[in-house]
T-cell receptor, first 114, second 115 residues
Framework: AQSVAQPEDQVNVAEGNPLTVKCTYS??????LFWYVQYPNRGLQFLLK??????LVKGSYGFEAEFNKSQTSFHLKKPSALVSDSALYFC????????????FGGGTRVLVKP | DSGVTQTPKHLITATGQRVTLRCSPR?????VYWYQQSLDQGLQFLIQYYNGEERAKGNILERFSAQQFPDLHSELNLSSLELGDSALYFC??????????????FGPGTRLTVT
């Protein structure tokens, strides 16, 4: 079965500092990986995806993610965090054996302090 | 705004009751997905429909059912409700046959509280 893991429940970072949110995956075959963000009382917003191609994927709001096959990781990064980046971040993997359903990690809460 | 709409935003009901959650996908999207978000289970896939047909099923309880109508909107029916069904229910949609077909766009969710 496809799965992703987010090892950190919460990440604290000062505004202006680099932000990294970790994700590791376990899939058979080539992974289709995604990052979503959830703000309070809102739905999930798509940030970026990796399907194939460059290992560095650029997404919305200045976020990027690095796909590392040898380490089975897909970490989300932002060079300079903003207070408004404080939210809940989810890593997800597409399950090709079950339509296009997404299997999500447990989520990482990001708190950016001014 | 993702373009996916869900109604109602909030629903409070009693145990044993039945409710219907409604979702309208983004214009042109044929696939609709339902997810449940709860504190103990996290985000769980329930069911997927594609152009009116069930495509994939997750850990959806037998008390729950869904359908997708010819106009592509979808409804999730929850019956014999239990306290543990209290959660945020999300609908998502995706396109097919485009470079973005694997991207799912989520609605704002329906918060269900069972008392």
């Amino acid at each position: 079965a496809q799965s992703v893991a987010q090892p950190e429940d919460q990440v604290n970072v000062a505004e202006g500092n680099p932000l990294t949110v970790k994700c590791t995956y376990s899939v058979s075959g080539n992974p289709y990986l995604f990052w979503y963000v959830q703000y309070p009382n809102r739905g999930l917003q798509f940030l970026l995806k990796y399907i194939t191609g460059d290992n560095l994927v650029k997404g919305s709001y200045g976020f990027e993610a690095e796909f590392n096959k040898s380490q089975t990781s897909f970490h989300l990064k932002k060079p300079s965090a903003l207070v408004s980046d404080s939210a809940l971040y989810f890593c997800a993997v597409r399950d090709k054996a079950a339509g296009n359903k997404l299997t999500f990690g447990g989520g990482t809460r990001v708190l950016v302090k001014p | 705004d993702s373009g996916v709409t869900q109604t109602p935003k909030h629903l409070i009901t009693a145990t044993g009751q039945r409710v219907t959650l409604r979702c309208s996908p983004r214009s042109g999207d044929l696939s609709v997905y339902w997810y449940q978000q709860s504190l103990d289970q996290g985000l769980q896939f329930l069911i997927q429909y594609y152009n009116g047909e069930e495509r994939a099923k997750g850990n959806i309880l037998e008390r729950f059912s869904a359908q997708q109508f010819p106009d592509l909107h979808s409804e999730l029916n929850l019956s014999s409700l239990e306290l543990g069904d209290s959660a945020l229910y999300f609908c998502a949609s995706s396109a097919t046959g485009t470079p973005r077909e694997y991207e799912q766009y989520f609605g704002p969710g329906t918060r269900l509280t069972v008392t």
